[in-house]
């Protein structure tokens, strides 16, 4: 899907993009699991925690705090071939 597409999606249907370290079907992967992603400061409602954290999700207001490292573009394009050898 082009940038601008994604973008205009993005911006019509709140849809954010957010960091995280979703382990992909490959070797080891898994040990990535929690590695990079984000957290909010943010007292929760017992009895409304789903609502509470699609709002915090997509709420640009909301302070987002990144934690941990991303793969770099040397790893992340081996990753796309191993994927695609599969």
Same mark, same amino acid.
């Given at each position: 899907?082009?940038?601008?597409? /994604?973008?205009?999606?993005?911006?019509?249907?709140?849809?954010?993009?957010?960091?995280?370290?979703?382990? /992909?079907?490959?070797? =080891?992967?898994?040990? =990535?699991?929690?590695?990079?992603?984000?957290?909010?400061?943010?007292?929760?409602?017992?009895?409304?925690?789903?609502?509470?954290?699609?709002?915090?999700?997509?709420?640009?207001?909301?302070?987002?705090?990144?934690?941990?490292?991303?793969?770099?573009?040397?790893?992340?394009?081996?990753?796309?071939?191993? /994927? =695609?050898?599969?």
């Amino acid at each position: 899907m082009p940038s601008g597409i /994604l973008k205009e999606y993005d911006n019509d249907h709140r849809f954010p993009i957010l960091p995280g370290s979703d382990p /992909l079907p490959l070797e =080891r992967d898994e040990q =990535r699991v929690g590695s990079y992603g984000f957290y909010c400061d943010y007292q929760l409602v017992e009895d409304d925690v789903s609502d509470t954290v699609k709002d915090l999700i997509v709420d640009p207001g909301v302070p987002k705090k990144v934690f941990g490292k991303r793969v770099g573009w040397a790893q992340f394009l081996k990753n796309q071939y191993l /994927l =695609r050898k599969q």
